[in-house]
């Protein structure tokens, strides 16, 4: 795959937005949860979800195994506090 495909490939750049979310994740964490901070996080994770639901149009994902592991991950960390 050359260079310029690897910049527009939906995989790259949801690797790409993930790891946005790990900054703004790191920031808050850092500098607190107000102002700026959660805007940039909350911007991130659309960013994610945007991706995914790309990645979801042109069938990359598995719905089924999609949906269980969304209800088993919110299972495991629904207790958890921010
Ligand atoms: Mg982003």
Do not use: H, W
């Amino acid at each position: 795959m050359g260079a310029i495909l690897m910049r527009f490939n939906l995989y790259v750049k949801l690797m790409e937005e993930c790891g946005e979310v790990v900054q703004a994740c790191s920031k808050v964490l850092k500098r607190g949860r107000d102002g700026v901070e959660e805007v940039n996080l909350s911007e991130e994770v659309g960013d994610v979800l945007g991706v995914i639901r790309l990645l979801q149009s042109k069938d990359a994902l598995d719905p089924v195994v999609v949906g269980e592991k969304l209800k088993q991950t919110y299972e495991k960390y629904e207790d958890l506090e921010l």
